[in-house]
Nanobody, 125 residues
Framework: VQLVESGGGSVQAGGSLNVSCVVS????????MGWFRQAPGKGREGVAY???????TYADSVKGRFTISKDNAKNTLYLQMDSLKPEDTAMYYC????????????????????WGQGTQVTVSS
């Protein structure tokens, strides 16, 4: 199982970025997936989650600004980030688990088995 993120970069506050995660090595469409982020000196924070049926959950800090989606034909997970703020600056990771959904704590990092290497997002004021 391999997850590879891309699309990070530097942007000014108020701008947008779209990060992607290509997955391989398993039947992607039956797995749930999530996006997490980690800023220097802080713990890993769950940002967004998508179940195999397409249902989603977002952290309050990004609700209304970020959108998680997936393209099963391309085995790719996306995170569209709009109205970016300096506090969104972090390394962003995609994660996957073999369950079709996570019922109770979908934004908790320990719920996930597989992780990508991360892509850096930097937002300047």
């Amino acid at each position: 199982v391999q997850l590879v993120e891309s699309g990070g970069g530097s942007v000014q506050a108020g701008g947008s970025l779209n990060v992607s995660c290509v997955v391989s090595g398993y039947n992607y469409r039956h797995y749930c997936m999530g996006w997490f982020r980690q800023a220097p000196g802080k713990g890993r924070e769950g940002v967004a989650y998508i179940a195999s049926d397409g249902s989603t959950t977002y952290a309050d800090s990004v609700k209304g600004r970020f959108t998680i989606s997936k393209d099963n034909a391309k085995n790719t997970l996306y995170l569209q980030m709009d109205s970016l703020k300096p506090e969104d600056t972090a390394m962003y990771y995609c994660a996957a688990d073999s369950r079709p959904l996570i019922a109770n704590f979908p934004l908790r990092a320990r719920e996930y088995t597989y992780w990508g290497q991360g892509t850096q997002v930097t937002v300047s004021s």
